[in-house]
C-alpha cells in the first residue's frame, strides 16, 4: 500500500495532476441539500490545511404522540422515539475509537492509542460547537494538545440527530466515520479528513462528542509526542501531506464505503495489478485523439476521445505500474495523454495582485493579461507541466499563475 500511496504523492507533488501549499488556506462552502439536512465535516493539519464543508436545513423531528381518532374510535398509542438525549456520549466516543482504527486496520495502519490530554481538548472543542457552530476550525490552536501536538491535525463534524437517527453508539461511529472518509456532504471536497484518519505518520489520539438542542458534534483531534514524532522520516511525512491541498485520496479501503459501490460498478474494485485512488476533477484531451483503455490496461481499437475535449473524472487507476484516469464504464486514458484537473474550487474568486498574463491550458503565455485588482471565478486547478506553477483557470483556455493572485 504505502509504495502506490507513496508513488501517487510524488506524482502529483511534481506537477503531474494537482499543486499543493502550505500556506494558510481556508475554504468556507455551502449547499442546500434537497431533503434538507445538515451535515458539517471540516479537517486540518499543522501543515496549514483547512476545509469547510456545511449542508442547510431545518429538518427536525425527534417524537411522534398518539391520540385518540374520535372519526374511527380507535384508540391510538403513544409512541415516544428515542431522541438526542438519550444518546450514550462515552460510549459513542469508545465506539468511534474503535471504529477509527478498525479502518485503520483495513489499511495495513497500527491503531492510534487514546490519550486524556487529547481527550479532554477534544471535548472542548465540542462543547465550544454549541456556541459557535463548527466554524472554519476558528480556535483550534495545536499547543493546547501539548506533547501530543507533534505532526496535529483535526477533523470535526456536526450533524442533527434527525439524520443519525439512532442512539446506538456503533452506528453513530459508523456513520460519522464513513461520512469523514467519502466527504458526501461537502461541497468542496478535499479528502483531507481521510488523509487525517489513515495517516500512517501520527499514533495518538482524542475524541470529543457533545449533544444539545438536537445536535451532535464530533472532533478527533490527533498527533505525537516528540517520542513518537522522532520515530518516522521527515521526509515521507513530508511527501504525504503534500496531498492535503489536492482533489484525490491515497490509496485505502473502507468495507462501509466500499462495498455499495463495488457491487455496481466492477471499475471500483482493486485487485492485482489494479489499485484504485478516488478523485474529483477531470481531464481535458489535448490536440490529438486520446486512446481508451480497459480496467486491465488492454487498448480499445475502435473508440478514442476527441481533442480538446473535458471529461469528469472519479477514480486515479494504477493499471500494471501506470497511471490512468477513469472518464466511462471501463473506459480509462493514460495521465501523460491529458491535463489533469480538480474541480473543487468551484465558485472561488481570485484577485490579480498585479497585471497578470494570461496563459493558454498548455502553459504558455497568451500575451494577454488581466488588470491589477480585478477579481475574477475560477472553477479549477492544476499545475503548468513545464514550470510546475500552480495555476487557476479564470475561462475557457484561460490560466492564471497562483503567484499572481490573491484569495
Known sequence: MFSKTKKIAVLLASGVLLSTSFSTTAFADTATT??????TATNSTDSGNTQVDTNTNSDQSTTSNGSSDSTTG?????VTQS????????????????????????????PMTSVDVLNSYAQSRTDSFISSGVDDHAGWNSANMYPYNQSAEENIAQTP????????????AQKITNEFYVEKYDPEPNYGHRKNMLNPYVNYIGIGVTVSNGMVYFSQEIGNDKEANDKYDSSD???YYLTNNNDFANVSTYDLADSERQSQNKDYVSKDNYTIVDLRGGVTTKDNYVSIYDRDGNKYDSIALQPHTDWASDIIAIINN?????????????????LPWATFLAGTTVTTNSDAQIYDDYGNPTGQYLAAGSGWLTDR???????GAKMYRVGTNAWLRAADLSY
Not at 322 to 338: C, E, K, P, Q, R
Open 161 to 172: 440527530f434527525s439524520i443519525l437517527g439512532t442512539t446506538d453508539p456503533t452506528t453513530i
Open 74 to 78: 380507535q384508540n391510538r398509542t403513544a
Open 34 to 39: 434537497s431533503d434538507a439536512t445538515v451535515s
Open 381 to 387: 486547478r492544476s499545475t503548468n507541466l513545464t514550470t
Open 83 to 110: 431522541s438526542v438525549n438519550d444518546i450514550d456520549v462515552s460510549a459513542v466516543k469508545d465506539a468511534m475509537l474503535t471504529e477509527v482504527n478498525r479502518l485503520r486496520s483495513q489499511n495495513g495502519l497500527s
Open 322 to 338: 501506470n497511471i490512468y484516469f477513469h472518464v466511462s464504464t471501463n473506459g480509462f486514458v493514460l495521465a501523460d495523454d491529458v
Open 237 to 239: 511525512m513530508y511527501n
